[in-house]
């Protein structure tokens, strides 16, 4: 990309991925705020925004700030091959932490009732209903929440995978790869 590329393109990453810095120190303060996040589904999400957290940070300061800070030598060097095993690492627990999520979700849909001795249910307003209605009711929101955290993540592997093959200029290489990477990370935690 030639400089004034660049410039621009560091730019949105660092908007993107300061913007998700935050949602995701949100998303951390939330599940320590609220009692009724304080079981394994709660410690998965602290797990996924802490994740996403990390590699946002490596966005901003390594990929966004560090380009104009750091020799091009270091990003090949020694420090570079960390900065980006550490990056892998942060990747691969995000992934563990969608695969316990998912777990978590199954395991509350084919026995919700079960689920409670396991999955603290301590805060939910059960009155008087029916427990095919509550059982109704657990499902749905789980299944909702299933549905917007998973459909970010479909949407980027399709950007990623198949629409950046017919990419005819950086720019929408760049939209396509770079940029909805760092814009699920932003809004995954």
Excluded at 44 to 58: E, K, Q, R
Excluded at 86 to 103: E, N, Q
Excluded at 122 to 128: D, M, P
Excluded at 168 to 180: I, K, R
Aim: with cysteine; proline share 2%; net charge positive.
């Amino acid at each position: 990309l030639p400089m004034i590329d660049l410039r621009i393109a560091c730019s949105l990453l660092a908007v993107i991925s300061l913007i998700g810095l935050v949602a995701n120190t949100i998303a951390i303060y939330a599940v320590f705020r609220y009692k009724h996040l304080h079981n394994t589904f709660g410690a998965l999400c602290v797990v996924l925004a802490a994740t996403n957290f990390g590699i946002l940070f490596v966005f901003v300061v390594w990929s966004s700030i560090g380009t104009y800070l750091f020799a091009a030598e270091t990003f090949t060097g020694t420090i570079g091959k960390v900065v980006g095993q550490i990056t892998l690492f942060l990747l691969f627990a995000k992934d563990y932490a969608h695969l316990g999520i998912s777990i978590n979700r199954l395991f509350s849909l084919m026995s919700p009732f079960k689920a409670s001795a396991a999955i603290d249910l301590s805060s939910a307003s059960v009155r008087q209903k029916r427990k095919t209605q509550i059982g109704f009711f657990i499902q749905s929101n789980l299944f909702t929440q299933s549905l917007c955290q998973m459909v970010p993540l479909i949407l980027m592997y399709i950007s990623f995978d198949i629409l950046s093959r017919f990419a005819s200029d950086d720019w929408e290489l760049y939209g396509t790869t770079t940029f909805v990477w760092a814009l699920l990370h932003a809004v995954d935690g």
